[in-house]
């Protein structure tokens, strides 16, 4: 399971100060070697602003301005030719051809395009279908003219959010490959030492009954004792984009929550809204999972239909105890969190347009439920395709980071009665129970014929609307 830990207990029973440390850490959980010598130029990260991963692994992540962001986008929004395709409401992207295309560039060292790399500007993944006509395996969905940012985010010129990453669909398609065994789980999770712990509790005791005296020092030195957190991974490499992506999302809603986050639109933080004596050894659990409202098939099992929002968040209570030990299962949340939980959950669409790491993690999800129906029901067989470059890690390199292995904690406080409350968390979907259970629609086999690929569709064209 993926359990983010965040910490822990800093007794201020007389005092008016509410202390929130953030452990940020997260998993993902769903049911390679490191090449870094060839084709490291067709380089898609998309690494956002405010986020550093260092020579030792550590991943920072600071603050940006995204509503300055947003602005930015607008105004190349404005400026851009009203002639020119902003939106499309269904591009079709053939992965096998795509695939032979990016071979031959790969062949002939070349770079890939931003077209390449954003998926031809898809926002979604909505349909993957197995075209018999043509042997295409297709994904399609909504796309927009791709605008990278100016701290290297690829997103839709016209929403905000994050275009769909080839190489973070090459992660999901190799996580679930033909003729591989079915992959248990990837889980990414983030953990604070025992060291930690205990240095924390001992730099905290000394402010039992003091609250007047926390200031922005002793909050770091708060910080400076609980130290880095341990990241570990299972599933994906630890070096790509699909990693680190899910445990920005993760920390970032955790800053949200403490009120440490821009989120641009109206919102109200989860340390707003608790009160601290009603929580005594309390800690708030938040996870990310899938949420689609419908999942279905066709008869013969050759298209799956995503319908939704894709991702929720929920709230759950845990206790802490002296040692540090968690006990799960105490219930929903308090009052506050389910607020939270719900309000992050009702404006997801609208943070992942801000906030464009959301909307990517989402992109997550979809990739790997569609891979892992792709793998169960064999489109691979079925078009005769085996991913080629797609599954080549010596080819098309994927392993793209440092390997993150700590992230840094971060702590707020907001005037209030109490104690500390820490809130955890993590990530969660079952790719292989959505995709292996999907409610059957034989309408979708008209919908497959309305994505067939034009006849007079060209050799080097690999996307079509």
Same mark, same amino acid.
């Given at each position: 399971?993926? #359990?983010?830990?965040?910490?822990?207990?800093?007794?201020?029973?007389?005092?008016?100060?509410?202390?929130?440390?953030?452990?940020?850490?997260?998993?993902?959980?769903?049911?390679?070697?490191?090449? &870094?010598?060839?084709?490291? =130029?067709?380089?898609?990260?998309?690494?956002?602003?405010?986020?550093?991963?260092?020579?030792?692994?550590?991943?920072?992540?600071?603050?940006?301005?995204?509503?300055?962001?947003?602005?930015?986008?607008?105004?190349?929004?404005?400026?851009?030719?009203?002639?020119?395709? @902003?939106?499309?409401?269904?591009?079709?992207?053939?992965? =096998?051809?795509?695939? *032979?295309?990016?071979?031959?560039?790969?062949?002939?060292?070349?770079?890939?395009?931003?077209?390449?790399?954003?998926?031809?500007?898809? $926002?979604?993944?909505?349909?993957?279908?197995?075209?018999?006509? /043509?042997?295409?395996?297709?994904?399609?969905?909504?796309?927009?003219? @791709?605008?990278?940012?100016?701290?290297?985010?690829?997103?839709?010129?016209? *929403?905000? !959010?994050?275009?769909?990453?080839?190489?973070?669909?090459?992660?999901?398609?190799?996580?679930?490959?033909?003729?591989?065994?079915?992959?248990?789980?990837?889980?990414?999770?983030?953990?604070?030492?025992?060291?930690?712990? !205990?240095?924390?509790?001992? %730099?905290?005791?000394?402010?039992?009954?003091?609250?007047?005296?926390?200031?922005?020092?002793?909050?770091?030195?708060?910080?400076?004792?609980?130290?880095?957190?341990?990241?570990?991974?299972?599933?994906?490499?630890?070096? $790509? &984009? #699909?990693?680190?992506?899910?445990?920005?999302?993760?920390?970032?809603?955790?800053?949200?929550?403490?009120?440490?986050?821009?989120?641009?639109?109206?919102?109200?933080?989860?340390?707003?809204?608790?009160?601290?004596?009603? &929580?005594?050894?309390?800690?708030?659990?938040?996870?990310?999972?899938?949420? %689609?409202?419908?999942?279905?098939? =066709?008869?013969?099992?050759?298209?799956?239909?995503?319908?939704?929002?894709?991702?929720?968040?929920?709230?759950?209570?845990?206790?802490?105890?002296?040692?540090?030990?968690?006990?799960?299962?105490?219930?929903?949340?308090? /009052?506050?969190?389910?607020?939270?939980?719900?309000?992050? $959950?009702?404006?997801?669409?609208?943070?992942?347009?801000?906030?464009?790491? #959301? *909307?990517?993690?989402?992109?997550?999800?979809?990739?790997?439920?569609?891979?892992? #129906?792709?793998?169960?029901?064999?489109? %691979?067989?079925?078009? &005769?395709?085996?991913?080629?470059?797609?599954?080549?890690?010596?080819?098309?390199? $994927?392993?793209? =980071?440092?390997?993150?292995?700590?992230?840094?904690?971060?702590?707020?406080?907001?005037?209030?009665?109490?104690?500390?409350?820490?809130?955890?968390?993590?990530?969660?979907? *079952?790719?292989? !129970?959505?995709?292996?259970?999907?409610?059957?629609?034989?309408?979708?086999?008209?919908?497959?014929?309305?994505? /067939?690929?034009?006849?007079?569709?060209?050799?080097?064209?690999?996307?079509?609307?």
């Amino acid at each position: 399971m993926l #359990f983010h830990r965040l910490l822990s207990r800093l007794g201020q029973s007389t005092g008016s100060l509410l202390l929130v440390a953030l452990c940020a850490t997260m998993g993902y959980s769903q049911n390679n070697n490191n090449n &870094n010598n060839n084709n490291n =130029n067709n380089n898609d990260s998309g690494n956002g602003g405010g986020v550093e991963i260092d020579p030792q692994g550590v991943l920072r992540i600071s603050n940006i301005d995204n509503a300055l962001a947003a602005r930015m986008r607008m105004a190349t929004l404005k400026s851009t030719d009203r002639n020119e395709r @902003i939106v499309s409401e269904m591009r079709k992207v053939s992965l =096998n051809r795509l695939e *032979s295309i990016v071979a031959q560039r790969l062949a002939e060292d070349q770079e890939l395009d931003e077209e390449m790399l954003g998926l031809a500007g898809l $926002t979604r993944i909505e349909y993957v279908f197995y075209l018999p006509e /043509s042997n295409d395996i297709v994904i399609a969905g909504p796309a927009e003219k @791709i605008h990278v940012t100016e701290n290297g985010d690829r997103v839709g010129l016209k *929403s905000g !959010k994050s275009v769909l990453k080839l190489l973070d669909l090459v992660v999901a398609l190799r996580t679930y490959a033909p003729n591989k065994e079915p992959a248990g789980s990837i889980a990414v999770s983030i953990d604070p030492t025992q060291e930690g712990i !205990k240095r924390m509790n001992q %730099y905290n005791a000394q402010f039992e009954g003091r609250a007047n005296q926390i200031n922005a020092n002793v909050l770091a030195g708060m910080k400076q004792a609980l130290g880095y957190q341990v990241v570990s991974v299972k599933g994906v490499p630890r070096e $790509t &984009n #699909f990693a680190r992506v899910l445990v920005e999302a993760d920390y970032r809603m955790k800053l949200i929550g403490l009120g440490l986050e821009n989120t641009v639109i109206p919102f109200t933080p989860w340390i707003a809204r608790t009160q601290a004596g009603a &929580n005594q050894n309390a800690l708030q659990r938040w996870y990310f999972e899938a949420d %689609y409202s419908k999942v279905s098939t =066709n008869e013969d099992r050759s298209a799956l239909h995503l319908q939704g929002q894709g991702v929720k968040l929920t709230g759950e209570k845990e206790f802490l105890t002296k040692s540090g030990n968690r006990t799960r299962g105490a219930g929903s949340g308090d /009052s506050a969190s389910t607020a939270f939980a719900k309000e992050f $959950t009702q404006k997801f669409e609208a943070l992942g347009e801000a906030i464009p790491v #959301f *909307s990517h993690m989402r992109n997550l999800f979809d990739m790997s439920v569609v891979a892992a #129906f792709m793998q169960q029901n064999d489109l %691979y067989g079925r078009s &005769n395709w085996e991913l080629g470059v797609f599954g080549d890690e010596s080819k098309l390199v $994927t392993l793209t =980071n440092p390997a993150i292995s700590q992230v840094e904690p971060a702590v707020n406080a907001v005037k209030k009665d109490g104690l500390l409350i820490t809130p955890i968390g993590g990530v969660h979907i *079952s790719a292989r !129970k959505l995709a292996s259970d999907p409610a059957v629609d034989n309408e979708l086999d008209g919908v497959s014929t309305k994505l /067939s690929a034009p006849a007079d569709l060209a050799n080097s064209q690999w996307w079509w609307d």
